[in-house]
């Protein structure tokens, strides 16, 4: 069922702290902050070899990051990203299993244009793990 690895996210305090950190001292390519009010994030893309970083920095007053850095200030891996062939199929075959898939079960557009979903991370060794269509 899973495919590649799509992206892995992590949460920041502060965006230009952690874009000058991949830029300048790691030599990462990296977008330009993209806005994501639907989302209530501001994302940079990483760029690198097999697979992309996002760093996710809260946006507005309901971020879904907000409880996050509360409880992790320095920041940290937020969730990672794995590409399936048919969403809905993927999310049948998980909830049959007894996996829980979050919010309302339906794939949300993700940033990246694309059905997802995330899977509840006491199912999953305590990571949350977002499904994206391929
Ligand atoms: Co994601």
Redesign the pocket.
């Known amino acids: 069922m899973l495919g590649r690895l799509?992206?892995v996210?992590i949460a920041v305090p502060d965006l230009d702290a952690a874009v000058s950190t991949y830029r300048d001292t790691l030599g990462a390519v990296v977008s330009a902050p993209l806005a994501q009010p639907a989302h209530g994030v501001t994302v940079v893309f990483v760029d690198v070899a097999n697979t992309r970083i996002?760093l996710?920095n809260p946006l507005g007053a309901n971020s879904p990051i907000a409880g996050f850095l509360a409880r992790n200030p320095a920041g940290g891996i937020?969730?990672?990203?794995f590409e399936v062939e048919d969403i809905l199929a993927a999310r049948d075959q998980l909830k049959a299993t007894g996996l829980r898939v979050l919010g309302d079960g339906e794939p949300k557009i993700?940033?990246h244009d694309k059905p997802?979903l995330f899977l509840h991370p006491k199912d999953l060794n305590g990571t949350l793990v977002?499904l994206?269509q391929a």
Do not use: F, P, T, Y
């Open positions: 799509n992206h996210a996002e996710l937020h969730h990672i990203c993700g940033a997802v977002e994206q």
